[in-house]
């Protein structure tokens, strides 16, 4: 796989990982009760895949696309992306002290399980339905072909010890449940 292949297939993890949570909280709105299975894992999801490595990895090398000569919108356009990753980091790092201090099958676990499920259905924009892969794209357009190989090289590297395999056999698995529905 390339590192444009990579890119997309982490975000079509995510955006699967995000339909489930939304069927899960539809789900609980309904009186359903939790699956505790899903929640395991998404906790799990939330923290290493997405923050520990894809977040990490983004910003990264975003930080190290600011040390490259760039024009002032460039500048902004990576420091905006930045901050968004950082704000992103900070909620996922709350998602887990929520998770870690209240989990179990009760009121306050399930009232936080549907906030989480809507606040994600109200502010998550699925990049995959772009067929874009914004960061890996904007470096393709606007940088040259040594910079795009120091950025493949070291995307790469950050990918040597991820368990694709294992992340997206979980996601299949749990994903069979909510399409029977």
């Known amino acids: 796989m390339d590192a444009k292949d990579i890119f997309f297939a982490e975000q079509l993890y995510l ?6 949570l939304i069927k899960e909280g539809s789900n609980l709105k ?23 490595h894809h977040m990490e990895k983004e910003q990264h090398i975003l930080k190290m696309l600011l040390k490259k000569k760039l024009k002032e919108n460039q500048i902004k356009y990576i420091e905006g992306m930045i901050c968004e990753h950082e704000m992103s980091r900070l909620f996922i790092g709350r998602l887990g002290e929520i998770f870690n201090n209240n989990f179990g ?7 936080g ?7 994600f259905k109200k502010k998550y924009k699925d ?24 950025f493949r090289d070291m995307f ?25 529905e």
């Open 30 to 52: 309904k009186g359903k009760g939790p699956n505790l299975s899903f929640w395991v894992f998404f906790e799990h999801f939330m923290i290493e895949f997405v923050d520990k």
């Open 15 to 20: 955006d699967k990982v995000i339909n489930m």
């Open 113 to 119: 399980m549907k906030r989480t499920a809507v606040f």
């Open 156 to 180: 790469l590297k950050y990918n040597e010890q991820m368990d694709y395999m294992g992340y997206a056999k979980t996601i299949l698995k749990l994903e069979k449940n909510y399409s029977k």
């Open 105 to 111: 099958n009760n009121n306050k676990t399930i009232e």
């Open 127 to 150: 990049p995959s339905k772009a067929k874009k892969v914004k960061l890996y794209d904007y470096i393709q357009e606007y940088f040259d072909d040594k910079d795009r190989i120091e």
